[in-house]
Every structure is written in C-alpha cells, then in structure tokens.
C-alpha cells in the first residue's frame, strides 16, 4: 500500500521557518522523482520544488533562495526547508510521488504565515 505521509506544517509568524517532512512507503521511494506542492484557499494547485532521482532540484520563482528540497533514500523522506516564510506562502503543502505515468499524493499539511 503506497503512503506518503507529511508532517511538520504548523502557524508561524512571518520571516520564521518550518521544515516539512514526507514519509514515503509502499514503493521503491529511489527511482522516483518528488516534488512539493501547494494549494491555497481559492487557487490552483502549484509545484513548489522537485527534485529527481538524480537529485537535481527545481524550484517556483516564488521560493528560489527560501526553500530547499531534499531527499534522504535511506529513510525514504523528502523534505522543503522552508526558511523566511511570508503570509503568501500560506497553502496546504502536498508531497508528490512521480515516475512515468504513476503519481502519488500524501494528504497535505497546512502552512499557515500570520502575524
């Protein structure tokens, strides 16, 4: 049973951080591509950062230099640091697992950035 479950969102105030986490399990987590996505209240759902299998990165123009994506094959985890948030970063965070055609979806974490 394929699971991907992420942790780690919260309420923070502007310019603060939080580092999200996504367990996967159920698939071979290695040979697949990850990704984090975002979705605000009323808006489409975005790619916020990628990163293949080979570990090249890929990031919105919206979080360059604020946001870092890692992968950790030994634990099966992708994480986004998510550094000098601000009020626009607010979102439910999703984690994405992509090979091919196969993709996954955790469930989401909410991010919320208030003053």
């Known amino acids: 049973q394929v699971q991907l479950v992420e942790s780690g969102g919260g309420l923070v105030q502007p310019g603060e951080s939080l580092r999200l986490s996504c367990a996967a399990s159920g698939f071979t987590f290695s040979i697949y591509d990850m990704g984090w996505y975002r979705q605000a209240p009323g808006k489409q759902r975005e790619l916020v950062a990628a990163?293949?299998?080979?570990?090249?990165?890929n990031y919105a123009d919206s979080v360059k230099g604020r946001f870092t994506i890692s992968r950790d094959n030994a634990k099966n985890t992708v994480y986004l640091q998510m550094n000098s948030l601000k009020p626009e970063d607010t979102a439910i965070y999703y984690c994405n697992a992509r090979r091919n055609r196969l993709a996954y979806w955790g469930q989401g974490t909410q991010v919320t950035v208030s003053s």
């Open positions: 990163i293949t299998v080979g570990s090249v990165t």
